[in-house]
Antibody, heavy 120, light 103 residues
């Protein structure tokens, strides 16, 4: 059973960098698939942030590309998200998920999500 | 960028009803569309991928169809646990969601 778990600070100050990690169990990231981050502002819809392959190949949402870095650590079976220069508009529940064999194909396993609030 | 427009945005229905939700793409996307169900406070759940393939473990009352620009998600007989918000998705774009409520 594939399981994903997000971790990281729940509160980030404006202009700082949001950092989250997704630990994967029940499946080796090195075995394939892309792995993605999706967010959902309170009361709003879903927004894809980006996806990464175990090789390190990344695809990002063009609207966030200048501020996003996704990385992978296959030795720890986890991948991470960094979002720089955050504002209140970045307040959201952040989900990590297993993507498909193509970036942003479809997401079949999801973490429970973690709320990140941007506030001073 | 491709846009996905779902209709209706909200829908009231009764247990046992047949319900159809539509997702229209701004340009042709072949069959590369997925559908998700999300309940309050929970992560989305994949229902359908490749427009019409049922994800393992999803009840057969859920079905998807369409190709090109027009897609539908159908629930053949609504059950109490089906009241939720539904999203379509293609590549990095999600539809705005359809909230299915109890009538």
């Amino acid at each position: 059973q594939v399981q994903l778990q997000e971790s990281g600070p729940g509160l980030v100050k404006p202009s700082e960098t949001l950092s989250l990690t997704c630990a994967v169990s029940g499946y080796s990231i090195s075995s394939g698939y892309y792995w993605g981050w999706i967010r959902q502002p309170p009361g709003k819809g879903l927004e894809w942030i980006g996806s990464i392959y175990h090789s390190g190949s990344t695809y990002y949402n063009p609207s966030l590309k200048s501020r996003v870095t996704i990385s992978v650590d296959t030795s720890k079976n986890q991948f991470s998200l960094k979002l720089s220069s955050v504002t209140a508009a970045d307040t959201a529940v952040y989900y990590c998920a297993r993507d498909s064999l193509v970036a942003a194909g479809y997401f079949d396993y999801w973490g429970q999500g973690t709320l990140v609030t941007v506030s001073s | 960028a491709i846009q996905l427009t779902q209709s209706p945005s909200s829908l009231s229905a009764s247990v046992g009803d047949r319900v159809t939700i539509t997702c229209r793409a701004s340009q042709g996307i072949s069959s590369a569309l997925a559908w998700y169900q999300q309940k309050p406070g929970k992560a989305p759940k994949l229902l359908i991928y490749d427009a019409s393939s049922l994800e393992s473990g999803v009840p057969s009352r859920f079905s998807g169809s369409g190709s090109g620009t027009d897609f539908t998600l159908t629930i053949s007989s609504l059950q109490p646990e089906d009241f939720a918000t539904y999203y379509c998705q293609h590549s990095g774009t999600f539809g705005q969601g359809t909230k299915l409520e109890i009538k």
